[in-house]
């Protein structure tokens, strides 16, 4: 076992913790009723000393934190062949509705106070207390807190910097993923073209197996 210092995630390296104050009702506040307290999680220091356990290389080491897993030099990871986690349907449709609804909350805030909200079409947000304006935030950011957003995060920057274009300002695959398409359409052509029993065919056959051939293309071969 190693220790490391890193960033404390409570404050994000910042030694205090926003607290709310205010006990107006949310249309009557001015949006400045925090006070700031010492975080409990890094004593102000705005580090925190972690044990590491060196199961791979140096270069890429896991961190087990309370509430989610993050990785040391990810590039470096993803060099060394290591895994990272996907994210799931269901992850991503919880980070999807729980962004919604704060949608509608924030458009119900502008002409309703937060006791008076209707919250019947709320999947979420509708068993938070909407009688304590203090619970209710702690809730909605405990929420947030439950919330695989790292992961999902991770995943999206993993596929924008691997598979995109970003010489674009829209998605697209980058030259290499296109290229390696317009290979495996020209293998499917020149396939036919290669003797069975050879070895330059087998290695076709073998590259192929691993992409999905539409029907037609099988069919046609059959």
Known sequence: METKTIE????LGTGKIEKL???KPVSECCGGCYTYKECSNCGGSGEV????????????????????????NFKQLINNKMKLAKSQPNEIQHIKNFLKECGWLKDELKHTELEDVDFSEFELL???NQKDASEFLFSVVNE???????????NLETLLDNCADKSLDYLDFNSNIKAGQEAIELLKELR???PYCTDHRQRVDDILSKVSVDMEVSQNEA
Request: with cysteine; glycine share 2%; net charge negative.
């Open 126 to 128: 509708k068993d938070f």
């Open 192 to 194: 036919g073209f290669a």
């Open 21 to 23: 104050i205010c006990t």
């Open 8 to 11: 404390c995630q409570e404050c």
């Open 144 to 154: 947030i807190k439950a919330l695989y957003h790292e992961k999902a995060m991770w």
């Open 49 to 72: 000393e972690i044990e590491i356990e060196a199961q791979w290389p140096q270069s890429c080491i896991y961190l087990v934190m309370p509430s989610f897993f993050f990785t040391v």
